[in-house]
């Protein structure tokens, strides 16, 4: 199992970023998949998650509104589309995949 996230970068507050994760190694569209979040000094959360087949989504409170998690299963690709960033959302941001595999995360810094 591999999966490899990009997108990451500095914004100013207000701004927009999509992530990408690019998975590989498994049956892609058979799986959940998530993007969570680790800001400095803090624990990792879950940001959103999306079913296999892209029905169902769920969102963190915090970004519910500003961020809309897709998946591509023709790609093996999820997304994380962020808008109206703020400098909260600050963090590393992981791709995750059930029981326990991790990409190596893309640093997001919101900042003016």
């Known amino acids: 199992v591999q999966l490899v996230e990009s997108g990451g970068g500095l914004v100013q507050p207000g701004g927009s970023l999509r992530l990408s994760c690019v998975a590989s190694?498994?049956?892609?569209?058979?799986?959940?998949m998530s993007w969570y979040r680790q800001a400095p000094g803090k624990e990792r959360e879950l940001v959103a998650h999306?079913?296999?087949?892209?029905?169902?989504?769920n969102y963190a409170d915090s970004v519910k509104g500003r961020f809309t998690i897709s998946r591509d299963n023709a790609k093996n690709t999820v997304y994380l589309q962020m808008n109206s960033l703020k400098p909260e959302d600050t963090a590393v941001y992981y791709c995750?995949?059930?029981?326990?595999?991790w990409g190596q995360g893309t640093q997001v810094t919101v900042s003016s």
């Open positions: 999306i079913s296999s087949i892209g029905v169902t989504t």
């Open positions: 190694g498994f049956p892609f569209s058979a799986y959940v």
């Open positions: 995750f995949r059930r029981v326990n595999y």
